[in-house]
C-alpha cells in the first residue's frame, strides 16, 4: 500500500485573486478544545448533541479520523500547517513557559488562503506560535463568556460571514469548551466544577446531565468522581453543539451555507487520563464531521482513515489552491530541516514544489468505503514542556504500534489531569484498575505496544512480545521507520544510537 505521506499543493503566485475569481468557496473550521467522539452522530446516546446530528446528516461524519498528536497547541499547529510536529517545530504548548513555536519556513493555511484571494479571520482559542507564521486578517473577540459561550462566538462572526464582499472567507472557530481547566481541586468532585460549569452564558441553554444514568467508557474507572466529572464535561459539550448550530443559523440567513465547507473536529480527546496526552485511542480517535456542498451523498459515515495532517491540503484543494510555492518543508533530519539555515549551493538548486504530509480527503466524502486509506501515523512529542515522552504510531484498520521512544521514563501526567479527581479516586493504589488498565501499567510502559484492535479495542493486550505476532510487528516497525525517515523525524537517529 502506497504510503500517504507527502502530498504537494502547488504555487499561490498565478493570481492572488484566483480563489475569489471562481465564485464563493468559503471555509468554516470549528475546532473543539478536548472533544472526544461524545455525540449522538458517534453512538453516544447520552449526550445531548442534536445541532453537531443534524450537521452530520447533512454530511459525512468519519468512522477513523485521528490526531497526530493529542495535545492543545501541537495539535493546532499539525492542522493549520498539514505537517507533523516534528518537522512544523511546534512540539507542545505555545503559551507561557512552554515556549514552543513553528519553523519560519512554515507556510500555514491562512497566510495561504489569504495569498489566494480569501478573507481570513478567526476567534477563540488561537494556542499556535509564532502569530506571524499563522497569522489571520481579522481577529474577533470581545464576546460574551469568551471560548466558553459558542454562541456568543457566533454572533460576533455574522459580520465576517454576511459581509458585502464579493471574496470567499475562511473562518476558524475555536472554542474553550470542553477543555478541563486547571489548578488543583480536592478530593470531593463536585468542587470545584473544572469544565466551565457555573458561570452566566448569554444565550446559551444549559444541559445538566445526571452522573448516576451515565454509561462510564470503558477506558475510565466508574467511580462517583468520574461520573461526576464526566456529567460536567457532557454540560461542556452540549454548550459547544449549540455554538454549532447558531454558526449554522447565522450562514443560512446570510446566503452562504450552500457555498460553504463546513468541518467540525477537536484537537485531541477529552480531558481525562488515558486519553488526552495520550496515543491510546480515546486520546487521538475523534470526531471529524464534514458538509460540503459538493457532495452527492449525505447523512452517512465512511471508513476512510484520515488524520489532521490532511485537514490543509483538504481545505486547499476545495479552494482551488493548485500549489504553494517552495522550497518543500520535507527533508532528513539535517541543516536543511525548516529553521536551520541550509548551504547556499543546496537552497538554489531547490524546485520542488512546498509539500506536506497529507492528502486531500474531500474525494471520499461520498465513498463509505473506502480504499487507498488504510493507515494513519502520529507523532507526538511534549504537551508542557515538562512532559517529555516521545511516541510515534502508525495505526492501520485491524492494529496498531506505539514506539515510546522513551519508554524508561514514568509517562507524565498533564497538571490538569493528574489533580482531577477521576485520576485521584484511583491512583495511590498501583494495583488498581484505572477502566481496563492497571494504575502501574498506564505509568509505566514498554518501548514497543502493538495491539490487535479487532480483538482488543480497548488496547489492553500487548502483543509485542508474542512469537505469533512477530511478523506483523517487524512490518509495522518498518512502516513507522520510513514514515520518520520521510518526514524528516530527528528522532529517527534513535535507531542508530540505541
Same mark, same amino acid.
Given at each position: 500500500?502506497?504510503?500517504?505521506?507527502?502530498?504537494?499543493? /502547488?504555487?499561490?503566485?498565478?493570481?492572488?485573486?484566483?480563489?475569489?475569481?471562481?465564485?464563493?468557496?468559503?471555509?468554516?473550521?470549528?475546532?473543539?478544545?478536548?472533544?472526544?467522539?461524545?455525540?449522538?452522530?458517534?453512538?453516544?446516546?447520552?449526550?445531548?448533541?442534536?445541532?453537531?446530528?443534524?450537521?452530520?446528516?447533512?454530511?459525512?461524519?468519519? #468512522?477513523?479520523? +485521528?490526531?497526530?498528536?493529542?495535545?492543545?497547541?501541537?495539535?493546532?499547529?499539525?492542522?493549520?500547517?498539514?505537517?507533523?510536529?516534528?518537522?512544523?517545530?511546534?512540539? &507542545?504548548?505555545?503559551?507561557?513557559?512552554?515556549?514552543?513555536?513553528?519553523?519560519?519556513?512554515?507556510?500555514?493555511?491562512?497566510?495561504?488562503?489569504?495569498?489566494?484571494?480569501?478573507?481570513?479571520?478567526?476567534?477563540?482559542?488561537?494556542?499556535?506560535?509564532?502569530?506571524?507564521?499563522?497569522? +489571520?486578517?481579522?481577529?474577533?473577540?470581545?464576546?460574551?463568556? /469568551?471560548?466558553?459561550?459558542?454562541?456568543? %462566538?457566533? =454572533?460576533?462572526?455574522? &459580520?465576517?460571514?454576511?459581509?458585502?464582499?464579493?471574496?470567499?472567507?475562511?473562518?476558524?472557530?475555536?472554542?474553550?469548551?470542553?477543555?478541563?481547566?486547571?489548578?488543583?481541586?480536592?478530593?470531593?468532585?463536585?468542587?470545584?466544577?473544572?469544565?466551565?460549569?457555573?458561570?452566566?452564558?448569554?444565550?446559551?441553554?444549559?444541559?445538566?446531565?445526571?452522573?448516576?444514568?451515565?454509561?462510564?467508557?470503558?477506558?475510565?474507572?466508574?467511580?462517583?468522581?468520574?461520573?461526576? #466529572?464526566?456529567?460536567?464535561?457532557?454540560?461542556?459539550?452540549?454548550?459547544?453543539?449549540?455554538?454549532?448550530?447558531?454558526?449554522?443559523?447565522?450562514?443560512?440567513?446570510?446566503?452562504?451555507?450552500?457555498?460553504?465547507?463546513?468541518?467540525?473536529?477537536?484537537?485531541?480527546? %477529552?480531558?481525562?487520563?488515558?486519553?488526552?496526552?495520550?496515543?491510546?485511542?480515546?486520546? %487521538?480517535?475523534?470526531?471529524?464531521?464534514?458538509?460540503?456542498?459538493?457532495?452527492?451523498?449525505?447523512?452517512?459515515?465512511?471508513?476512510?482513515?484520515?488524520?489532521?495532517?490532511?485537514?490543509?491540503?483538504?481545505?486547499?484543494?476545495?479552494?482551488?489552491?493548485? #500549489?504553494?510555492?517552495?522550497?518543500?518543508?520535507?527533508?532528513?533530519?539535517?541543516?536543511?530541516?525548516?529553521?536551520?539555515?541550509?548551504?547556499?549551493?543546496?537552497?538554489?538548486?531547490?524546485?520542488?514544489?512546498?509539500? +506536506?504530509?497529507?492528502?486531500?480527503?474531500?474525494?471520499?466524502?461520498?465513498?463509505?468505503?473506502?480504499?487507498?486509506? /488504510? =493507515?494513519?501515523?502520529?507523532?507526538?512529542?511534549?504537551?508542557?514542556?515538562?512532559?517529555?515522552?516521545? %511516541?510515534?504510531?502508525?495505526?492501520?484498520?485491524?492494529?496498531?504500534?506505539?514506539?515510546?521512544?522513551?519508554?524508561?521514563?514514568?509517562?507524565?501526567?498533564?497538571?490538569?489531569?493528574?489533580?482531577?479527581?477521576?485520576?485521584?479516586?484511583?491512583?495511590?493504589?498501583?494495583?488498581?484498575?484505572? &477502566?481496563?488498565?492497571?494504575?502501574?501499567?498506564?505509568?509505566?510502559?514498554?518501548?514497543? =505496544?502493538?495491539?490487535?484492535?479487532?480483538?482488543?479495542?480497548?488496547?489492553?493486550?500487548?502483543?509485542?512480545?508474542?512469537?505469533?505476532?512477530?511478523?506483523?510487528?517487524? =512490518?509495522?516497525?518498518?512502516?513507522?521507520?520510513?514514515?520518520?525517515?520521510?518526514?524528516?523525524?530527528?528522532?529517527?537517529?534513535?535507531?542508530?544510537?540505541?
Amino acid at each position: 500500500m502506497r504510503l500517504p505521506i507527502l502530498f504537494a499543493v /502547488g504555487l499561490i503566485l498565478i493570481g492572488s485573486t484566483t480563489a475569489a475569481a471562481a465564485g464563493k468557496r468559503n471555509v468554516v473550521m470549528i475546532v473543539a478544545d478536548d472533544h472526544g467522539r461524545d455525540a449522538g452522530c458517534y453512538g453516544n446516546a447520552d449526550v445531548h448533541t442534536p445541532n453537531l446530528d443534524k450537521l452530520a446528516s447533512d454530511g459525512t461524519w468519519f #468512522e477513523y479520523a +485521528f490526531c497526530t498528536t493529542a495535545s492543545c497547541s501541537a495539535s493546532r499547529s499539525v492542522i493549520l500547517s498539514g505537517l507533523h510536529n516534528h518537522l512544523n517545530g511546534q512540539y &507542545g504548548h505555545q503559551h507561557h513557559f512552554h515556549h514552543f513555536s513553528s519553523f519560519p519556513s512554515v507556510k500555514s493555511l491562512p497566510v495561504i488562503l489569504a495569498g489566494a484571494g480569501y478573507r481570513t479571520a478567526q476567534i477563540g482559542k488561537f494556542h499556535v506560535a509564532p502569530e506571524e507564521i499563522y497569522r +489571520f486578517q481579522t481577529y474577533l473577540t470581545g464576546n460574551q463568556g /469568551g471560548g466558553r459561550n459558542s454562541i456568543s %462566538m457566533a =454572533e460576533k462572526c455574522r &459580520g465576517v460571514i454576511a459581509a458585502k464582499d464579493d471574496r470567499p472567507f475562511f473562518l476558524y472557530f475555536a472554542t474553550a469548551d470542553p477543555h478541563r481547566g486547571g489548578g488543583t481541586v480536592e478530593d470531593d468532585p463536585h468542587k470545584p466544577d473544572r469544565f466551565g460549569n457555573g458561570p452566566k452564558y448569554d444565550g446559551v441553554t444549559e444541559v445538566p446531565y445526571d452522573p448516576a444514568k451515565l454509561a462510564v467508557p470503558p477506558f475510565l474507572p466508574n467511580t462517583p468522581a468520574c461520573r461526576a #466529572e464526566l456529567a460536567q464535561y457532557y454540560q461542556s459539550v452540549s454548550r459547544v453543539d449549540q455554538g454549532v448550530g447558531r454558526l449554522i443559523e447565522i450562514l443560512k440567513e446570510s446566503g452562504e451555507y450552500d457555498n460553504t465547507l463546513i468541518l467540525y473536529l477537536s484537537d485531541n480527546g %477529552m480531558a481525562f487520563p488515558g486519553s488526552k496526552t495520550t496515543l491510546y485511542e480515546p486520546g %487521538m480517535r475523534l470526531p471529524l464531521i464534514v458538509r460540503s456542498p459538493d457532495q452527492k451523498t449525505r447523512g452517512k459515515a465512511t471508513d476512510a482513515m484520515v488524520s489532521w495532517v490532511d485537514l490543509t491540503p483538504t481545505v486547499l484543494a476545495f479552494a482551488g489552491v493548485k #500549489e504553494v510555492a517552495g522550497p518543500p518543508a520535507v527533508g532528513q533530519p539535517g541543516p536543511d530541516l525548516p529553521g536551520r539555515p541550509a548551504p547556499k549551493a543546496k537552497t538554489a538548486a531547490k524546485t520542488k514544489p512546498y509539500e +506536506f504530509h497529507g492528502r486531500s480527503f474531500l474525494d471520499v466524502l461520498d465513498t463509505p468505503k473506502a480504499t487507498g486509506r /488504510g =493507515e494513519a501515523y502520529a507523532s507526538h512529542t511534549f504537551h508542557e514542556i515538562t512532559m517529555y515522552y516521545p %511516541m510515534r504510531v502508525i495505526r492501520t484498520a485491524r492494529y496498531k504500534l506505539t514506539l515510546n521512544l522513551a519508554h524508561q521514563l514514568p509517562f507524565p501526567f498533564a497538571s490538569d489531569l493528574e489533580a482531577s479527581a477521576t485520576w485521584r479516586s484511583v491512583s495511590k493504589d498501583a494495583d488498581a484498575r484505572y &477502566g481496563k488498565r492497571l494504575v502501574k501499567d498506564l505509568v509505566q510502559r514498554p518501548r514497543y =505496544e502493538l495491539y490487535d484492535l479487532t480483538a482488543d479495542a480497548d488496547e489492553v493486550k500487548n502483543l509485542a512480545d508474542n512469537p505469533k505476532h512477530a511478523a506483523t510487528l517487524k =512490518e509495522l516497525q518498518e512502516k513507522l521507520k520510513t514514515f520518520q525517515e520521510r518526514t524528516g523525524d530527528p528522532w529517527v537517529v534513535k535507531y542508530k544510537y540505541e
